[in-house]
């Protein structure tokens, strides 16, 4: 997000509603507002008519915020609970399969398929396709962010909306756990999934657009078998085994947000160093993040100069005059 969020200007801009410093927050906010209330509405119109409410509340509350937390976290709290309501009353006119905020359960899911590892060792069988390391004439960073984007799109709302937040506009995980209550196990847990599916596309798109076997979908019969349950069961903090590719999937986004106990980061490290395919998965997990942040969050130039122009009408007169209007 801009730096203006943090700077203490802002919040005198935005009390004292000078017109043109408004303008300049409007203009560099309202992107990463959009994209987060999109990840609580079912359409693009909903969100934009939830942050011009999200802007109302801003400009007519920001006397009342006391500093308690960071600005930026105000304001994306309003944005959240704004979008919310709009996307409540969207759900109540639409049916419930349309909404993608039903099930949970597949928050659950193993980060790379089961079948693409040994029954037995746990070791790859269907290792990681390295399209992080394809020539850029085979496969820009631009399609990269198109296919990110669309998957990114694609994830159940909670694993969407966390992402987005984490990844996309940078909030830190203490920012995001205040945003949505969310303790730093459930963020992690979220995050790790909506990272793997995200992950787990790109690889899909790199083997279909490259004319190259997609691993996910090559996974020798063997593999299939049912294996025993001492490579289904996580590594466990405080354990000398070591570490097998299988679990260390499961451990990328611990291992990269430097939460694992020091114990369980030296077992993971020590497997890195001997296991290049889980070294290279990692390595992308890494590139797909670089990517992810390159999203450069955008807002339609009509809902941004249709927010300018309610603000100039509202400058020195009743703020309450920044209601929605139509497009």
Same mark, same amino acid.
């Given at each position: 997000?801009?730096?203006?969020?943090?700077?203490?200007?802002?919040?005198?801009? @935005?009390?004292?509603?000078?017109?043109?410093?408004?303008?300049?927050?409007?203009?560099?906010? !309202?992107?990463?507002?959009?994209?987060?209330?999109?990840?609580?509405?079912?359409?693009?119109?909903?969100?934009?008519? =939830?942050? /011009?409410?999200?802007?109302? !509340?801003?400009?007519?509350?920001?006397?009342?915020?006391?500093? %308690?937390? !960071? @600005?930026?976290?105000?304001?994306?709290?309003?944005?959240?609970?704004?979008?919310?309501? =709009?996307?409540?009353?969207?759900?109540?006119?639409?049916?419930?399969?349309?909404?993608?905020?039903?099930?949970?359960?597949?928050?659950?899911?193993?980060?790379? +398929?089961?079948?693409?590892? *040994?029954?037995?060792?746990? *070791?790859?069988?269907?290792?990681?396709?390295?399209?992080?390391?394809?020539?850029?004439?085979?496969?820009?960073? +631009?399609?990269?962010?198109?296919?990110?984007?669309?998957? #990114?799109?694609?994830?159940? /709302?909670?694993?969407?909306?966390?992402?987005?937040?984490?990844?996309?506009?940078?909030?830190?995980?203490?920012?995001?756990?205040?945003?949505?209550?969310?303790?730093?196990?459930? /963020? %992690?847990? #979220?995050?790790?999934?909506?990272?793997?599916?995200?992950? =787990?596309?790109?690889?899909?798109?790199?083997?279909?657009?490259?004319? %190259?076997?997609?691993?996910?979908?090559?996974?020798?019969?063997?593999?299939?078998?049912?294996?025993?349950?001492?490579?289904?069961?996580?590594?466990?903090?405080?354990?000398?085994?070591?570490?097998? $590719?299988?679990?260390?999937?499961?451990?990328?986004?611990?291992?990269?947000?430097?939460?694992?106990?020091?114990?369980?980061?030296?077992?993971?490290?020590?497997?890195?160093?001997? $296991?290049? *395919? $889980?070294?290279?998965?990692?390595? /992308?997990?890494?590139?797909?993040?670089?990517?992810?942040?390159?999203?450069?969050?955008?807002?339609?130039?009509?809902?941004?100069?249709?927010?300018?122009? =309610?603000?100039?009408?509202? !400058?020195?007169?009743?703020?309450?005059?920044?209601?929605?209007?139509?497009?």
């Amino acid at each position: 997000m801009d730096v203006a969020f943090d700077d203490p200007a802002a919040i005198a801009a @935005l009390r004292s509603r000078d017109e043109a410093r408004v303008r300049q927050l409007v203009a560099a906010w !309202t992107p990463g507002m959009l994209r987060l209330a999109r990840a609580h509405t079912v359409s693009d119109a909903t969100a934009e008519d =939830a942050v /011009q409410d999200a802007w109302v !509340t801003v400009l007519t509350g920001i006397e009342r915020f006391e500093g %308690r937390s !960071t @600005l930026r976290t105000w304001v994306m709290g309003i944005v959240i609970n704004t979008a919310r309501r =709009a996307g409540a009353r969207e759900h109540r006119t639409l049916p419930f399969s349309a909404t993608g905020w039903a099930d949970r359960g597949d928050e659950w899911d193993p980060a790379v +398929a089961p079948g693409r590892f *040994h029954p037995q060792t746990g *070791h790859w069988v269907s290792s990681p396709l390295r399209w992080d390391l394809l020539p850029e004439e085979q496969l820009t960073a +631009a399609e990269l962010r198109t296919v990110i984007d669309t998957a #990114l799109t694609a994830l159940p /709302q909670r694993q969407r909306a966390v992402m987005i937040a984490r990844d996309v506009l940078g909030l830190s995980g203490e920012e995001v756990g205040t945003l949505y209550m969310l303790g730093d196990g459930n /963020q %992690r847990v #979220l995050l790790h999934r909506g990272r793997s599916k995200v992950r =787990a596309a790109v690889e899909h798109y790199a083997a279909t657009s490259t004319g %190259r076997p997609d691993p996910a979908a090559a996974v020798p019969s063997r593999a299939r078998m049912s294996e025993p349950a001492v490579q289904r069961r996580p590594a466990r903090p405080g354990s000398r085994e070591p570490v097998v $590719c299988r679990q260390l999937v499961e451990l990328v986004t611990d291992y990269l947000e430097g939460t694992l106990d020091t114990g369980l980061r030296d077992r993971v490290q020590e497997h890195l160093a001997a $296991c290049h *395919h $889980c070294n290279g998965y990692v390595a /992308q997990v890494r590139r797909m993040l670089d990517l992810t942040a390159g999203l450069a969050p955008t807002a339609p130039l009509h809902i941004v100069a249709r927010l300018a122009a =309610a603000l100039r009408n509202a !400058t020195g007169s009743d703020i309450t005059t920044l209601g929605v209007t139509g497009r």
